[in-house]
């Protein structure tokens, strides 16, 4: 076993004394509460910036300049929380008003962007000179090829830190539906590998250190084992932090993990586009049925029609955040259906250290 020193999670001048950071879960899953324990606990805690805004008074009017403010607010909150550790946002890319956001999260001293559900090919044009940390997330060599190509050749810059989301994570995947629904372990271990190959070349060539963290599927320490041992610097944990006392979400959202079976994990058609995983409940499906009515659009992503869409994803989401979750999309990870009991993030951090 390594020492605590040697295991630690660095990023430039960045340091996480537990190489794991929270995975951002929108809507209104990790939000101060639970980025500011994660990080006060030596892990990296991550806002979502998705809909962040939505338990403010003016959020159906003005949701993106709602959002915007609220995303400070929140940074600043897990700021007081997490002891001097370390807070950063996640932002999808298919996020409508994206460099808005991104310049946001920045004011808002964020030290970290992570960037996915596309390929975050202008990040380093919309952060410029900022000292925050720019992470795209990735799931084939392919998209790291991509950026990494792209980002040397338009801005000369290489990513601080790249994440390789799995095909066993939560929410929206950047996978197809049939590569979800017949997953291979051993076979994806293989891809990793390449990244992790890919990337260290790329940081040698360029005299960057360029470390590298696995998402998706990670519940307990073996699995961060697993990965580390493959070369990975550091693993990124979101689901089994739901089932916390500290998580933002609702009591009920995190009940319904705890309530979940196996076979209640199932692969959906996000309204946006994308395939997702989520908990299989009376949305669900409803959904399956015809086209759910909505109130007016909040602006969320980018790819959506509200005019075909067959139900609000935005809706789904801040449903599942406060409470109403019959009438709500429960994403989450493969292993949701582990969680048995409330923890607190201290007992988890401690079980990673």
């Given at each position: 076993?390594?020492?605590?020193?040697?295991?630690?999670?660095?990023?430039?001048?960045?340091?996480?004394?537990?190489?794991?950071?929270?995975?951002?879960?929108?809507?209104?899953?990790?939000?101060?509460?639970?980025?500011?324990?994660?990080?006060?606990?030596?892990?990296?805690?991550?806002?979502?910036?998705?809909?962040?805004?939505?338990?403010?008074?003016?959020?159906?009017?003005?949701?993106?300049?709602?959002?915007?403010?609220?995303?400070?607010?929140?940074?600043?909150?897990?700021?007081?929380?997490?002891?001097?550790?370390?807070?950063?946002?996640?932002?999808?890319?298919?996020?409508?008003?994206?460099?808005?956001?991104?310049?946001?999260?920045?004011?808002?001293?964020?030290?970290?962007?992570?960037?996915?559900?596309?390929?975050?090919?202008?990040?380093?044009?919309?952060?410029?000179?900022?000292?925050?940390?720019?992470?795209?997330?990735?799931?084939?060599?392919?998209?790291?090829?991509?950026?990494?190509?792209?980002?040397?050749?338009?801005y000369n810059r290489l990513p601080d830190l790249v994440v390789i989301e799995g095909p066993r994570a939560g929410g929206h995947l950047g996978f197809r539906m049939e590569e979800l629904e017949e997953i291979d372990d051993a076979a994806y271990d293989e891809e990793i590998k390449r990244i992790l190959t890919r990337v260290r070349e790329y940081g040698q060539q360029h005299g960057k250190e360029i470390p590298v963290v696995v998402a998706g599927g990670i519940y307990e320490r073996k699995d961060m084992e697993h990965y580390l041992e493959m070369g990975a610097a550091g693993v990124q944990v979101a689901t089994r932090f739901v089932t916390t006392y500290e998580c933002d979400a609702s009591p009920a959202y995190?009940?319904?993990?705890?309530?979940?079976?196996?076979?209640?994990?199932?692969?959906?058609?996000?309204?946006?586009?994308?395939?997702?995983?989520?908990?299989?409940?009376?949305?669900?499906?409803?959904?399956?049925?015809?086209?759910?009515?909505?109130?007016?659009?909040?602006?969320?992503?980018?790819?959506?029609?509200?005019?075909?869409?067959?139900?609000?994803?935005?809706?789904?989401?801040?449903?599942?955040?406060?409470?109403?979750?019959?009438?709500?999309?429960?994403?989450?990870?493969?292993?949701?259906?582990?969680?048995?009991?409330?923890?607190?993030?201290?007992?988890?951090?401690?079980?990673?250290?």
């Open positions: 076993m390594e020492d605590k020193k040697s295991r630690a999670l660095v990023i430039g001048e960045l340091r996480a004394e537990v190489p794991v950071i929270q995975g951002g879960m929108g809507v209104g899953i990790s939000l101060s509460g639970l980025a500011g324990a994660v990080a006060a606990q030596g892990g990296i805690g991550i806002i979502s910036t998705a809909q962040i805004g939505y338990r403010e008074a003016d959020f159906d009017e003005h949701p993106i300049e709602t959002n915007l403010r609220a995303m400070k607010q929140e940074i600043k909150k897990a700021r007081e929380i997490a002891d001097g550790g370390i807070i950063g946002v996640n932002i999808m890319v298919a996020t409508r008003e994206y460099e808005r956001y991104v310049r946001a999260a920045i004011e808002g001293g964020a030290d970290l962007i992570i960037s996915g559900a596309g390929l975050p090919m202008k990040l380093p044009e919309i952060a410029g000179e900022a000292k925050t940390k720019l992470a795209p997330i990735v799931s084939s060599l392919k998209s790291a090829e991509v950026i990494f190509k792209y980002w040397l050749k338009k995190k009940q319904a993990y705890i309530d979940a079976k196996k076979e209640d994990i199932i692969i959906v058609k996000s309204p946006v586009g994308m395939p997702g995983r989520a908990i299989r409940n009376a949305f669900m499906e409803r959904a399956k049925e015809g086209q759910i009515p909505h109130g007016k659009c909040h602006l969320c992503i980018s790819t959506c029609k509200p005019a075909e869409t067959p139900y609000c994803i935005t809706e789904a989401l801040v449903n599942a955040a406060t409470g109403n979750v019959e009438q709500a999309l429960l994403f989450c990870g493969s292993n949701a259906w582990r969680a048995e009991k409330l923890e607190h993030v201290k007992d988890i951090m401690d079980e990673f250290r």
